[in-house]
């Protein structure tokens, strides 16, 4: 111990500027793996959590196919009552406008409608403010909200928006506004716990009135009686349902959120482990740079007779020491960047459950020990090569190069070998399937094309070394660079691959963001025609409840202008343990007015034609690849009459979502799942009319305060692409932090570089050098490099990105994307890279512009 | 004539609108009053009349498998309107209350076994028909079945309950005069009221999951109104016995909160042919004797009585079957009351006669009627 405290602590507080840059390379390696995966726990323990609360004592739950069960049905499940107690619920998300608030945001809640005489079992509704708050009978609570405009909200939600039992609130549901009284308020339990707070409590009766959804329920909660095994309960009921309804544990909804979100979850962990693969460089070069600099204690230590494993211990010590440092500063700080990071996905994620019920949870010693496991192993497996390079010297020749510096050497043959067998694994990788819908091999393929670039940075720079520029034309600084930097190929060969591989990161994802972008734009451009879109809430109209109105409708069709109007209605379904979305058009209004870009048949008007008046879908590309279904399939799927194949007869390209859709026309969809209230409009004017005023006339015609959203087709398309670039926000975050941190290496190679040459920069010094020239060598040694790990990284990004587009993004989301380059991205981010490498480069060229002969240190 | 036995509607009836917004004098207007002129007709009337603010059908009756063990049960179904023209299209607007009461008296094992129900009509999950005897509340029914009255309730989590087919052997006797029964000073304080008084019954009690064939003799009342009572009562006592001699009484006290009867206080006695005799508070003694203390609620209940009608030369002792025959009504009507079957034994006329009936005794838990009822 004490001669690792001699041997290893001494040199690593020696070099504090290269200790510390590791350090916290590691750390915010660490720091965003940490927040990853905490940020991804997040989103689904906040569904899990808002859906516990939400669900109480259920045991189970009886749902139709998409849009709730008919309430007609519901007289004829009597029979439930034999397992259990029974109610039926709607549940909603809304938007509450407290009244006389001027200038205050009106703000999303979940609203909950139930029976309160059957629902009381279930869920805990400790109203507050009655004499005696136990004291609520049921018929008291019902006598609270038999009233249409009686709402309960929580004291919480009160309390922030200075509302009290009798205020008047006005509540949105899509484009409707509805006058309600605050009639209780509810304590924090129960459903009353989720989302802050945002909560309120309605009869179903109003609420089916509020949310236009009269006839139906969302779903009927059962609460099993006591001693009754739930599985074989569940077995029962679904024996005896009639077709079209389906039972269910609560938490199977938490499952399929879950993995809807698996592959989203997978690729950002993924992403996150870019960040903890420069720490691992980080880790290697300052090991590397220990052992090279040791050479001569090395020899010490083997001379008087300390074996080899001794040796390699001691190295590996220090990589363990510098990743405990890293880790322990690591955890923590990613708890913090999780914070940031839900923040940043919450407009990513499709649901609002997930996006806002998300409270980071306190770092947990599994979340710790898992950062001490993957930093602790990564930076000993970082430091095995240098280390066993150590155990494996001879005091004779340990002791010969005294000066520390390796020697330049020969092209390294084995490297090449070894990154040749690595790209031979990233092409086999590249064509395997997904597992389980998880690009596994895609991202194995990326790594082994990652670890094929680091091996051949060494190689690269001995070629590039031997190429000499004509003189004339070069500073003698340049010169002097280019031999300084061949003499130590192999040590800053780690420092140019770390940033290589960022920058091979950085160019890749931007090119996949690129194309991705370029192919969104083309196909927004193609497939929305209609020049008026009318949502019934704000976001997207796919898979989302609120219902455009009647009123809207007819005021829309009324405008003169107005030639069609086609309207776009989605329901969420499970299928094959994930949730999709059954969407539907008029097709023959497609047909007429529309252009959806079909992937087969290419003609997608026959596609279309032959789905028309049977019981036929098309369907998205990402279903298509997802379940693995082709034109003229028969899919399956849940109904309202019960389970119904559907003939698939086109493959459309959609960027809307990854869930996967399917769409049918909509008097197929009437026959299934009803014949509900749109959730979208789309209208097409007549030649010359102008959108926007035909916007603005339907507007007025619909009076003042209706919460209606109507987009022109320019405006859509511009909010279409708001979207892309906000979801990509924090790709391009976690690159940032990448670069960052392997540009810190840059300039502690530098720097280290440097000290080891006071000797030989206090002799050019000596020779008439000014500190000038000295400064401008250093600068153009750093630029040299960064320009150097540039390339690579270019090449090697190009690489990776076609793994990202045809291997990863095709497995996990099932999207064509057509390959584009975004140069000007690359260009701007290229002259950046140069510049930062230059700026790397002063802190140490300043350094060693004060060097002189004498002040030569005794342990350099 | 009143009949105020029926305290759990009533409560129901009058505390509700006491919640809802909107002043009570408005819902009172929706609803129909009692009139003096209107005509019961059977078996029309047994249906529904939704005109009205608050409506019950009440079954009692005493019952014995073949090996003896009796038992005694009590169904009730009560309607109550909470807003006659909901606003709100949904079904699942509030238009009715419908409340059910369950009790299975096992004698021998000296149980009393109890459930309730409280629902909206909604989907049709509870509800009475306008056209015919069909009342409903979840699982439980009745029904007529030609000339019988088909009645089912059981209670699935402790397995009790009854499936019984009551057949009238008497004709309906309307209370008061023709069925209009005036129940307080105000003019539009009244009901309209009939009971069957004879029900033989055949079918099966389950109790602890297991059915038992069963028969005896069963007591179906149907009352229907919108305004009732005058709150000054502390209470009251009301019993129904059918005697062996053929003949059966009904009668009740009204408890003022001073400890006086009050003058409403009534009854009918019905001759072995079915004819019906009023009683006023007069024409009857009703003497409480030996009590019994619940220890659920600490109400002190007289479970033996004495039963005087000196005009009719009939003097009875009325005893519980068993002393523990509380209804707790916490889900649906929130009042506490005794309810439950007895035994009845004495002289008429110089002549002994024994029969067996029912027992309510309300006010004796909690606070006075009157404050329950503010």
Redesign the interface.
């Known amino acids: 111990m004490s001669l690792f405290r001699w041997f290893i602590l001494r040199s690593l507080r020696s070099d504090l500027p290269r200790t510390a840059v590791t350090i916290a390379g590691i750390a915010v390696g660490i720091a965003v793996v940490i927040a990853i995966r905490l940020a991804n726990a997040t989103s689904v323990l906040g569904f899990e959590t808002a859906l516990n609360a939400m669900s109480g004592r259920t045991s189970l739950e009886i749902a139709g196919a998409g849009s709730g069960v008919d ?2 049905l ?2 004829e499940l ?1 029979w439930l ?2 397992y259990g107690l029974v109610s ?1 619920v709607i549940e909603g998300d809304v938007l509450l406008d407290p009244r006389g608030t001027a200038g205050a945001e009106a703000e999303l809640v979940r609203l909950l409608g139930v ?1 309160i ?2 629902d009381r079992p279930f869920r805990d509704y400790p109203l507050v403010g009655g004499a005696d708050a136990q004291a609520f ?4 609570f ?3 909200l ?3 405009q ?1 709402v309960v909200l929580t004291e919480e939600l009160a309390r922030r928006r200075g509302l009290d039992v009798d205020s008047a609130v006005d509540l949105i549901s899509g484009d409707r506004r509805v006058g309600l009284v605050v009639q209780g308020l509810l304590g924090r339990e129960g459903p009353a716990e989720v989302l802050d707070g945002n909560f309120i409590l309605m ?4 609420a ?2 509020a949310l236009d959804r ?2 139906r329920v969302d779903r009927v909660d059962v609460r099993l ?2 001693g009754l095994d739930v599985a074989a309960a569940e077995q029962a009921i679904a024996g005896r349902l009639p077709p079209g309804l389906t039972v269910q544990r609560p938490e199977r909804r938490g499952a399929q959120v879950e993995k809807m979100l698996a592959a989203f979850h997978f690729n950002l962990t993924a992403l996150s482990y870019i960040a903890l693969l420069v720490g691992m460089f980080l880790v290697y070069n300052t090991v590397s740079v220990t052992v090279i600099t040791r050479r001569a204690e090395i020899g010490m230590l083997r001379t008087v007779g300390t074996p080899r494993r001794a040796v390699l211990a001691l190295f590996l010590g220090q990589a363990a020491a510098l990743a405990l440092v890293g880790c322990a500063l690591g955890a923590p700080l990613g708890w913090l960047l999780a914070q940031a990071a839900v923040r940043m996905t919450a407009s990513t994620v499709t649901t609002f459950w997930v996006a806002s019920a998300a409270q980071v949870p306190p770092l947990a010693p599994e979340d710790v020990a898992l950062a001490v496991a993957v930093g602790l192993s990564l930076a000993l497996a970082a430091a095995i090569v240098p280390a066993r390079e150590a155990a494996r010297l001879t005091p004779v020749g340990a002791l010969r190069n005294e000066d520390g510096l390796a020697p330049a050497g020969g092209l390294p043959g084995r490297h090449v070998a070894g990154a040749g067998l690595l790209l031979a694994a990233a092409a086999w990788c590249a064509t395997r399937p997904a597992v389980a819908g998880l690009p596994v091999f895609g991202l194995l393929a990326a790594l082994a094309v990652v670890f094929a670039a680091a091996l051949l940075v060494p190689p690269t720079l001995y070629v590039l070394q031997r190429v000499r520029g004509p003189r004339r034309w070069m500073p003698v600084e340049s010169e002097l660079a280019r031999t300084n930097l061949g003499g130590v190929i192999r040590r800053v060969s780690i420092s140019v691959a770390a940033l290589a591989v960022s920058l091979a990161m950085m160019v890749a994802i931007a090119i996949m963001i690129g194309s991705f972008r370029e192919t969104v734009a083309y196909w927004v451009g193609q497939t929305l025609q209609a020049d008026l879109f009318v949502a019934a809430g704000r976001g997207s109209p796919v898979g989302a409840r609120a219902t455009v109105s009647a009123d809207v409708e007819a005021a829309l069709r009324a405008h003169e202008s107005v030639l069609a109007v086609d309207g776009f209605r989605g329901v969420d379904l499970a299928y094959r343990d994930s949730l999709i979305v059954v969407g539907s058009g008029r097709f023959d209004v497609m047909l007429e007015h529309g252009n959806l870009l079909f992937k087969e048949p290419a003609d997608g008007r026959r596609a279309l034609a032959a789905a028309l008046g049977r019981p036929a879908v098309v369907v998205s590309e990402s279903f298509a690849l997802r379940f693995d279904a082709t034109a003229g399939d028969d899919i399956v799927l849940q109904t309202s009459r019960g389970e119904q194949p559907f003939r698939v007869t086109g493959v459309y390209y959609d960027y809307s979502t990854d869930r996967g859709l399917v769409v049918m026309d909509r008097g197929t969809f009437a026959t299934y799942y009803g014949d509900g209230r749109p959730s979208g409009l789309t209208a097409y004017l007549a030649a010359g009319a102008d959108p926007g005023r035909v916007r603005q006339e339907v507007l007025a015609a619909l009076g003042p305060g209706r919460p209606v959203f109507i987009n022109t087709n320019a405006s859509l398309r511009r909010s279409v692409m708001r979207v892309f670039d906000s979801t990509f926000a924090i790709t391009y975050a976690l690159e940032a932090i990448a670069i960052c941190v392997s540009m810190f290496g840059v300039a502690a190679t530098l720097l280290t570089l440097a000290l080891e040459r006071r000797r030989q920069i206090a002799m050019l010094r000596l020779l008439g050098a000014e500190r000038s020239h000295l400064r401008r060598m250093i600068v153009i040694e750093a630029v040299a490099l960064g320009m150097v790990s540039l390339g690579i990284g270019l090449v090697v990004g190009f690489l990776l990105s076609l793994i990202l587009i045809y291997v990863i993004n095709v497995q996990s989301f099932g999207w064509t994307i057509q390959y584009h380059v975004p140069l000007g991205f690359l260009l701007r981010a290229a002259a950046l890279v140069v510049a930062g490498a230059a700026l790397a480069g002063l802190y140490p060229a300043r350094l060693a512009g004060r060097f002189h002969l004498a002040e030569r240190g005794a342990d350099a | 004539m009143t009949r105020t036995r029926r305290l759990a509607a009533w409560t129901a009836a009058c505390a509700l609108p006491a919640c809802l917004p909107g002043p009570a004098a408005a819902q009172e207007a929706e609803w129909r009053q009692a009139r003096p002129d209107y005509v019961l007709q059977l078996p029309g009337d047994h249906a529904s009349h939704p005109d009205y603010r608050i409506e019950w059908w009440y079954y009692t009756g005493n019952l014995a498998a073949a090996d003896g063990r009796r038992f005694g049960y009590q169904v009730t179904f009560f309607r109550v309107g909470v807003d006659a023209r909901p606003a709100n299209p949904s079904r699942w607007a509030v238009r009715d209350l419908h409340m059910a009461h369950l009790a299975v008296t096992d004698v021998d094992g000296g149980r009393h076994l109890t459930a309730e129900r409280l629902n909206r009509a909604g989907v049709g999950w509870a509800g009475a028909a306008t056209d015919t005897l069909e009342v409903w509340n979840e699982g439980w029914r009745v029904s007529l079945d030609g000339a019988a009255h088909r009645l089912q309730a059981r209670e699935d989590r402790d397995g009790f309950g009854v499936d019984l087919r009551l057949t009238p052997a008497k004709p309906a006797v309307a209370h008061g005069s023709n069925g209009f029964s005036q129940k307080g000073a105000q003019p539009g304080n009244a009901s309209h009221y009939y009971s069957l008084t004879r029900l033989a019954t055949r079918g099966r009690v389950l109790l602890d999951g297991q059915a038992l064939d069963v028969e005896g003799w069963s007591w179906m009342d149907h009352e229907f109104g919108t305004s009732f009572l005058e709150p000054s009562q502390q209470g009251w006592d009301w019993f129904s016995l059918q005697l062996d001699d053929g003949t059966e009484l009904m009668v009740y006290v009204l408890r003022r909160r001073d400890g006086s009867i009050d003058p409403h206080s009534a009854g009918t006695l019905v001759d072995a042919a079915g004819r019906a005799t009023a009683l006023d508070a007069g024409d009857f003694r009703l003497v409480p004797g030996r009590t019994w203390s619940s220890p659920a609620s600490g109400a002190a209940y007289p479970v033996a009585w004495r039963v005087a009608v000196p005009g009719a030369g009939l003097d009875l002792r009325v005893e519980a079957v068993v002393d523990g025959q509380e209804l707790s009504t916490g889900e649906s009507t929130g009042v506490t009351y005794w309810e439950g079957a007895v035994v009845a034994a004495g002289m008429r006329a110089g002549q002994p006669v024994r029969g067996r009936g029912y027992l309510e005794m309300t006010g004796y838990a909690g606070p006075p009627m009157s404050e329950v009822l503010r």
Do not use: F, S
Request: aromatic share 0%.
């Open positions: 309430e007609a519901l007289a009597g009552r034999e039926p029976d005489l059957r009978t049921t018929r008291e019902l006598a609270l038999t009233d249409p009686a009869d179903i009766a109003a089916q009135l009269l006839g009686a006591e």
